[in-house]
């Protein structure tokens, strides 16, 4: 079958950019709430917990605003540009940067959040969206890859396989200087 294509593993699925919005920011002001809870328990005042919403309120509207238009962006220039990558988080971090300065009323502090929130954002994305780094989860190919050379998943090695500890230590042994074994020859 020479005429038979491959699938195309890179396709681009298309996102809601408005119902990633509203999830985003439902999700946000949920964070924004406990925030300013712990804010409002902090302060001295005669409010009680309506103090949540009435004097520390802002910090809510603030993180919904962020995580709302953080995940719209990103959705918006992901869909425009038919690509998943690291500069669609990049736009939106920059998007909740111009958000967090402008609750602060600062031209300024718009313009460095959007390129702090953008170099963090982008920087996360393209280093494989994890703090752990791409060795913690291996990808389904790795995992097959490994397996088809006799490195076991945890917990499933079988006899004559090696497990991941084994495979750990070995990439160790390896990484140090070897001694040197010399043959000292006897004298008599």
Known sequence: MAGAQQPDTDTF??????????????????VGLLVSAVQNSMQTHNKGALGVFTRTGSTIALFTAM???????????????????????????????????????????????????????GTFDAAGKSIQG???????????????????AEGHSAPGERGWREEREARRQSFFKQKKTADVEESE
Request: charged share 10%; proline share 4%; glycine share 14%.
């Open 67 to 121: 995580g709302g238009i953080f995940s719209y962006t990103d959705a918006t220039v992901a869909n425009f540009r038919q690509k998943t990558d690291a500069i669609n988080g990049a736009a939106g971090g920059c998007a909740a940067g111009l958000v967090l300065g402008a609750g602060a009323r600062s031209l300024p502090m718009m313009v460095g959040s959007c390129a702090a929130l953008a170099a963090l954002v």
């Open 13 to 30: 699925l298309e996102r809601a950019p408005v119902a990633d919005g509203m999830t985003a920011a439902g999700a946000s002001a949920g």
């Open 134 to 152: 791409s060795y913690a989860r291996p990808t389904p190919r790795e995992f097959a890859s490994a397996a088809q050379h006799g490195v076991a």
